[in-house]
């Protein structure tokens, strides 16, 4: 608090992804129809309990084996929604939101692309009709290998919609950046921006070899690179935003100590809040903010969380 006036929450949330936003009470009601068990792990991830990142695959997948239809979709559409804090007078909201079509619609055959589109775009209409802008972003699983980054491309590509902007690797930082920076260089030919999941499960320097080996303009998480003081310089000088997500961070990186959100910060990285897979692991971009809060920011460092959450959002970019 500075003058009476205590900063509201940013009004973007600026890393969601679509598999992972399904209400906890939702996935459970369906398991329960269908007499599945529900995963120890995604159980512990509701608790708010740390786990292994290999932990939180399957419980992941199993959430996310729920989106069969165009009106699940459009259901997590309108949870991302809530998961904003109210409207602000003066201030753009958006979300940056990521989805895995090759998994959904290729891998697991849970729904068409065709019907996995349909239900995204009447969410996305219904958010713009509320103000919100959404730009979607194709995540490609790391672990999966360069041939599967090559197949979300071949599914999707000729049959993008316009609000479909991006490309990124998430999953596990198994394989070297420069093995996938073939993959980032066509989706850059076909007009998409790059990001990558970088610096989480896998080392810091994987943030340094996405940007350089793989040419990607966006880290997110990256907390590993909190190591690594060149790391911090090379994204404060090349102005990379990187998207933090503090409660997924706390639950999926044992090794993280004190968040370094801060340390980030004050070494001039572009940081800002998201929710990650906020249906999995509890939380919403008003509890972040007061997360972000507790780790002992100034009311400076505030305003700059917040300028950096609209600033660098690519939902709010022409």
């Given at each position: 608090?500075?003058?009476?006036l205590?900063?509201?929450?940013p009004s973007?949330?600026?890393?969601?992804?679509?598999?992972?936003?399904?209400?906890?009470?939702?996935?459970?009601?369906?398991?329960a129809?269908?007499g599945?068990?529900?995963?120890?792990?995604?159980?512990a991830?509701?608790?708010?309990?740390?786990i292994?990142?290999?932990?939180?695959?399957?419980?992941?997948?199993?959430?996310?084996?729920f989106?069969?239809?165009a009106?699940?979709?459009?259901?997590?559409?309108?949870?991302?929604?809530?998961?904003?804090?109210?409207p602000e007078?003066?201030?753009?909201?958006?979300?940056?939101?990521?989805?895995?079509?090759?998994?959904?619609?290729?891998?697991?055959?849970?729904?068409?692309?065709?019907?996995?589109?349909r239900?995204?775009?009447d969410?996305?209409?219904?958010?713009?009709?509320?103000?919100?802008?959404?730009?979607?972003?194709?995540?490609?699983?790391?672990?999966?290998?360069?041939?599967?980054?090559?197949?979300?491309?071949d599914?999707?590509?000729?049959?993008?919609?316009?609000?479909?902007?991006?490309?990124?690797?998430?999953?596990?930082?198994?394989v070297?950046?420069?093995?996938?920076?073939?993959?980032?260089?066509?989706?850059?030919?076909?007009?998409?921006?790059?990001?990558?999941?970088?610096?989480?499960?896998?080392?810091?320097t994987?943030?340094?070899?996405?940007i350089?080996?793989?040419?990607?303009?966006?880290?997110?998480?990256?907390?590993?690179?909190?190591a690594?003081?060149?790391?911090?310089?090379?994204?404060?000088?090349?102005?990379?935003?990187?998207?933090?997500c503090?409660?997924?961070?706390?639950?999926?990186?044992?090794?993280?100590?004190?968040?370094?959100?801060p340390?980030?910060?004050r070494?001039?990285v572009?940081?800002?809040?998201?929710?990650?897979?906020?249906?999995?692991?509890?939380?919403?971009?008003?509890s972040?903010?007061?997360?972000?809060?507790g780790?002992?920011?100034?009311?400076?460092?505030?305003?700059?969380?917040?300028?950096?959450?609209?600033?660098?959002?690519?939902?709010l970019?022409?």
């Open positions: 608090m500075s003058g009476g205590t900063l509201l929450p973007v949330d600026r890393h969601a992804h679509l598999e992972g936003s399904l209400d906890a009470a939702w996935v459970r009601q369906q398991a129809l269908e599945k068990p529900i995963p120890a792990t995604l159980e991830l509701w608790r708010t309990e740390t292994p990142f290999e932990g939180f695959i399957p419980a992941f997948f199993f959430s996310c084996g989106l069969r239809s009106e699940a979709a459009r259901e997590i559409l309108r949870a991302a929604l809530r998961r904003l804090p109210p007078v003066g201030m753009p909201r958006g979300i940056d939101l990521w989805v895995s079509p090759h998994y959904l619609c290729a891998h697991e055959k849970l729904l068409s692309l065709d019907d996995l589109w239900g995204m775009d969410g996305i209409a219904e958010a713009r009709a509320q103000g919100v802008k959404v730009a979607v972003i194709l995540d490609a699983v790391n672990h999966f290998g360069v041939a599967h980054g090559h197949a979300v491309l599914l999707v590509l000729g049959n993008l919609p316009e609000w479909v902007i991006g490309f990124s690797t998430g999953g596990i930082e198994g070297p950046f420069r093995e996938w920076a073939e993959v980032f260089e066509r989706a850059r030919k076909n007009g998409l921006r790059l990001a990558a999941h970088a610096g989480e499960n896998g080392p810091g994987n943030v340094r070899d996405a350089l080996e793989a040419g990607v303009s966006r880290i997110v998480h990256g907390v590993h690179a909190a690594h003081p060149e790391i911090l310089e090379l994204l404060a000088d090349r102005k990379i935003p990187v998207d933090v503090i409660t997924s961070n706390r639950a999926l990186v044992p090794d993280l100590g004190p968040h370094p959100l340390q980030m910060l070494a001039g572009r940081c800002a809040l998201g929710t990650d897979d906020p249906g999995v692991m509890p939380c919403t971009i008003p972040e903010w007061e997360a972000a809060k780790l002992g920011l100034t009311h400076e460092e505030l305003i700059t969380l917040r300028r950096n959450a609209v600033e660098d959002a690519w939902s970019q022409p």
